[in-house]
């Protein structure tokens, strides 16, 4: 596997190199005022019908039987779940937005999967947890604060449309963060850590907003 906190790994590819490019430079602010009561689309966005694959290029295959959810850190309760125990956890469908930094917005998206806040209450996250960074098997790894990680809408998915989450989007299982930038939503997840302080993971330290909220359009770092 990567080693994810080298800024250097997993992936130098053309497209990461043009990212961070693009958070340098700013890419796609608009400035425009968000008004998300009333607008649907955040500033700056534009809505697609498909849904495109983003990746640092490489994407991992998992085999399902093999795949575990390992849930560590500072909890009371750590579980390392298999795919089987993590499917007879309570289960959810929520119909969501996504907005990617790139400025693709996709409506109406049904996802599948435990809620983050079910989970939280399995393992029991210790008083000092104030941070949660996500771990994928691509080496990519995001952080997000401990409220919005508890989010009512944050789902650790494993289905899209009534189908298994194929791998190219991330497939066995992800997490949807609907409230944040897609980046956020890690594919391929494989590890959850509940944190007493802030680890900013792939794109946060390259450039990009550690919190991400569209309707801010948190796109970057200053
Ligand atoms: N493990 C992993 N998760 C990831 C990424 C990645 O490269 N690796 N890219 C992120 C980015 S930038 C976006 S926009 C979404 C893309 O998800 P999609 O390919 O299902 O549209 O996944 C996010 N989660
Ligand atoms: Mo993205």
Redesign the pocket.
Known sequence: MADENDPATPADSKLTRTKQLWAQAGKFLTGRPSRPESDRLPPGQHLVRD??????GLQPSIDKARWQLDIFGAVEHPVVWDFAQFSAQPQVTQVCD?H???TWSRYDNHFEGLPALALAKIVRPKPEASHVVLH???G?T?NLSMQDFLAEDVLIAHAWEGKPLTS???GPV?LVVPRL???K????LTRIEFSSHDKPG??EVRGYHNRGDPWREERYSE
Not at 185 to 188: H, I
Request: negative net charge.
């Open positions: 849904w495109p694959v983003l990746d640092l996504i990617c930094v790139t994928s098997a691509d990519y995001t190219d989007h991330g992800r930038y897609f980046w939503s890690a594919k391929w792939f794109w």
